[in-house]
């Protein structure tokens, strides 16, 4: 997925949304460097894109205004 069309697709999730999203690449994070710690060599890609997205992600959720 291209930046421009990942950013877009997560301004458009609610809070709820971008905290399940944030836990479901943490725990793809893990198994990927889990992967990568048995040798499979595609995983040092995915990792990077990976971490880029929840890096993104993070930073829309920290940019948002805090609901009381």
Same mark, same amino acid.
């Given at each position: 997925?291209?930046? *421009? ?5 997560? *301004? ?10 944030a836990a479901r690449l ?7 460097n889990f992967k990568l ?6 995983a040092v890609k995915r990792? *990077? ?14 940019? *948002?205004?805090?609901?009381?």
């Open positions: 997925m291209k930046k *421009r069309e990942e950013l877009d697709k997560f *301004r458009e999730l609610g809070e709820d949304e971008l905290r399940a999203e943490r725990e793809s994070l893990f198994r990927l710690a048995l040798g499979e060599v595609d990792i *990077r894109q990976e971490k880029k997205s929840l890096a993104r992600l993070q930073t829309l959720a920290r940019q *948002r205004p805090e609901s009381e």
